[in-house]
T-cell receptor, first 112, second 113 residues
Framework: GENVEQHPSTLSVQEGDSAVIKCTYS??????FPWYKQELGKRPQLIID?????GEKKDQRIAVTLNKTAKHFSLHITETQPEDSAVYFC???????????FGQGTRLTINP | GAGVSQSPSNKVTEKGKDVELRCDPI?????LYWYRQSLGQGLEFLIY????????KSGLPSDRFSAERTGGSVSTLTIQRTQQEDSAVYLC???????????FGPGTRLTVL
């Protein structure tokens, strides 16, 4: 079955700098890749997603890139702010299979 | 409209007791999912419903775990003879059947003493 690896497990950056989180997946049939943000004690919230027919997607300070050949995708956050501090999860899904397979999460800390 | 709701928000039980966790999905979402999140870990898929049927139960860790859904809406996850390793946050999510985007509930924190 699908396996998703996420790195790093923790990331600390200065406010205003960029943060990058990377994930790799194993099943070449996966075609949907969401990123969720989970603040302490709260539910995961979708922040951006990408499908396998595109290579990059951007939403203000957040972008995701996908390399289907290498089977990896990355989350980029620019101009980081303290409210970006949270745990971020990547996931992969196969169209029709529905279930999401999650990475282990990255705890991002933005230092003021 | 309201988001996904779950009850109870917290449940403390003794080892060996049965527990029932409830999920109320977003209205119109026929797809419903249960995940488990152990402390500091990622989300582990348990079961997926489309309407009242469960085409994918592959993530249920043992036969002590079961789930049902009635009326294409509310779902109940039941854990029988709870063990300490069952302690985790149990998250429910729902989506439209044609859409991969899943919306999560707030979770039920289960503690087995």
């Amino acid at each position: 079955g699908e396996n998703v690896e996420q790195h790093p497990s923790t990331l600390s950056v200065q406010e205003g700098d960029s943060a990058v989180i990377k994930c790799t997946y194993s099943d070449s049939a996966s075609n949907y890749f969401p990123w969720y943000k989970q603040e302490l004690g709260k539910r995961p919230q979708l922040i951006i997603d990408i499908r396998s027919n595109v290579g990059e997607k951007k939403d203000q300070r957040i972008a995701v890139t996908l390399n289907k050949t290498a089977k990896h995708f990355s989350l980029h956050i620019t101009e980081t702010q303290p409210e970006d501090s949270a745990v971020y999860f990547c996931a992969a899904s196969i169209q029709g299979a529905q279930k999401l397979v999650f990475g282990q999460g990255t705890r991002l800390t933005i230092n003021p | 409209g309201a988001g996904v709701s779950q009850s109870p928000s917290n449940k403390v039980t003794e080892k060996g007791k049965d527990v029932e966790l409830r999920c109320d999905p977003i209205s119109g979402h026929t797809a419903l999912y249960w995940y488990r999140q152990s402390l500091g870990q990622g989300l582990e898929f348990l079961i997926y419903f489309q309407g009242n049927s469960a085409p994918d139960k592959s993530g249920l860790p043992s036969d002590r775990f079961s789930a049902e859904r009635t009326g294409g809406s509310v779902s109940t996850l039941t854990i029988q003879r709870t063990q300490q390793e069952d302690s985790a946050v149990y998250l429910c999510a729902s989506s439209f059947p044609w859409d991969n985007e899943q919306f999560f509930g707030p979770g039920t924190r289960l503690t087995v003493l």
